[in-house]
């Protein structure tokens, strides 16, 4: 039984109910994305934008029984002016 089913960020901003789908047929409880699309320096418009969709998956996976997370691969966030 799968318990966490990970997936791109494209597939659930524009996929979510096929996302949805297949982690439900898979058995998993989680749903997680890896990779925060970007190109260059990661910035914080990138992380507002990230937030904002993160939130709109969370909700949308929520309200069908299953739990979105995050976890980060390729780079880490870095210090920004307000912290």
Sequence with gaps: RCT???VGYDDMLKKP??????AKALGARYVRV?????????????ARKA???FNTFGKYLRENGLQ?????????FQ???EG
């Excluded at 109910?17 to 297949?22: Q, S």
């Excluded at 979105?68 to 880490?76: A, L, R």
Aim: net charge negative; charged share 25%; with cysteine.
């Design 17 to 22: 109910e096929t996302v949805m789908t297949n």
């Design 4 to 6: 966490s089913y990970g």
């Design 51 to 53: 937030a904002e969709d």
């Design 34 to 46: 890896a990779w925060i699309p970007h190109e260059g320096k990661f910035s914080r418009e990138t």
């Design 68 to 76: 979105f997370c995050y976890h980060n691969h390729g780079y880490e």
């Design 79 to 81: 210090p920004d002016g």
